[in-house]
């Protein structure tokens, strides 16, 4: 039988994975803000920042517990092509979706500031799925594990 990671070993494998969440979320923001409509434009600026920043304080939260930072992919499979805008708002809920069950991992591994921080970042991401979407959810973050 396998034993159980250590808690501090989960919560640096939850970190990491939502670093690499972030990686990915910085990448698609990418492509959204080039097939977002004007109006949409500048919030997906502001989420684009707003994952760069989590992004770069997980590294630092990786190093804080001990493991080197997950580095980022050079290009990532988006789920379809995104043409249009209502693909892009499309594409920015799922990539929040993601990102908020990377969180919710996170919030369940960790302790302490890591974890507020963790669910900071679950809320901030499940709120801009709503926005992106049109309807929250009901358990932001767990949507995936049905």
Do not use: C
């Not at 670093?19 to 684009?48: F, K, N, T, W």
């Not at 507020?116 to 992106?132: P, T």
């Amino acid at each position: 039988m396998k034993p159980s990671p250590s808690p501090a070993n989960r919560a640096l494998e939850a970190a990491q994975s939502a670093l690499a969440a972030e990686h990915a979320a910085v990448y698609g923001y990418g492509v959204i803000g080039a097939r977002a409509a004007s109006p949409r434009a500048a919030e997906a600026r502001e989420a684009h920042g707003t994952h760069v920043a989590r992004r770069d304080a997980l590294a630092r939260a990786v190093r804080e517990l001990g493991g080197a930072p997950r580095a980022a992919e050079p290009a990532y499979a988006l789920p379809y092509e995104v043409r249009t805008p209502a693909d892009a708002e499309r594409l920015a809920a799922e990539i929040e979706d993601r990102v908020a069950g990377a969180y919710s991992d996170l919030v369940r591994a960790a302790d302490g500031r890591l974890r507020r921080e963790a669910a900071d970042a679950l809320s901030a991401a499940a709120v801009r799925a709503a926005r992106w979407r049109g309807v929250g959810v009901a358990f932001p973050g767990l949507a995936e594990k049905r």
